[in-house]
């Protein structure tokens, strides 16, 4: 039988595993911008995401939906950063440099437009990447060929213009480090059903498109 002491220590060292492991979990996080665009929208996006992945992928991923500013040196804590609205979209000189910064010391981010926002976050992007355009991504690109497997690219999610959904990147030093969805929504399909009403096939094919975003942002690191 073990001693009083015993148990004591034993449950001390298990609180602090426990308490290591959620300090240490991955954090995703949704980007906070100017320019007076909803980068708030998709409230229930990323908690339900990071909940697949951590069922379907054996992730460790933390649930809350985390914010960061553009600006902030606390960009550098999370390993993959959302972006979306439908507006305008404004950086600073300092943001657009804290992100590049970000972007080419391993981070990633996925904008995702929600209808309404592409004329902006080009422009801006501009700013963070002057020497960078966005190309169209091949189905072949290894963020189609994940864990899910999507032969035709982007899933359509959402109506918007009505066009074929197309994703975007930009390649820095021969790596992709932003990925743009464009005329899909991936993350309406995120949300929690009721908000949307988007039928369960729908929403599946949005979760594993993101989680296959997920993996390659991870094993990109």
Not at 4 to 27: H, R, S
Not at 39 to 51: E, G, M, R, S, V
Not at 150 to 173: C, M, R, V
Request: glycine residues 8%.
């Amino acid at each position: 039988m073990h001693s009083k002491t015993t148990i004591i220590v034993l449950l001390q060292i298990f609180l602090c595993v426990n308490l290591w492991a959620q300090e240490n979990k991955v954090k995703l996080a949704k980007l906070a911008y100017g320019g007076g665009g909803d980068w708030y929208a998709n409230k229930t996006a990323l908690p339900n995401l990071a909940a697949f992945c951590n069922e379907n992928m054996n992730t460790q991923i933390e649930e809350k939906d985390a914010v960061v500013e553009v600006g902030s040196p606390q960009l550098f804590e999370y390993a993959y950063v959302y972006m979306t609205g439908h507006g305008n979209v404004d950086f600073s000189s300092d943001e657009a440099e804290n992100l590049r910064n970000y972007l080419t010391s391993g981070g990633f981010l996925h904008i995702d437009d929600n209808y309404g926002l592409d004329a902006y976050v080009r422009l801006e992007m501009k700013k963070v990447f002057p020497e960078l355009e966005f190309i169209e991504l091949p189905f072949e690109h290894p963020v189609f060929r994940q864990k899910f497997k999507f032969d035709n690219g982007l899933p359509k999610i959402h109506k918007h213009d009505g066009n074929p959904p197309q994703g975007f990147g930009l390649i820095y030093e021969g790596k992709l480090v932003c990925f743009y969805s464009y005329e899909s929504d991936l993350g309406n399909g995120w949300e929690n059903q009721e908000v949307h009403n988007d039928p369960q096939e729908v929403r599946l094919k949005a979760l594993q498109m993101g989680a296959n975003l997920i993996s390659y942002a991870f094993t990109q690191l």
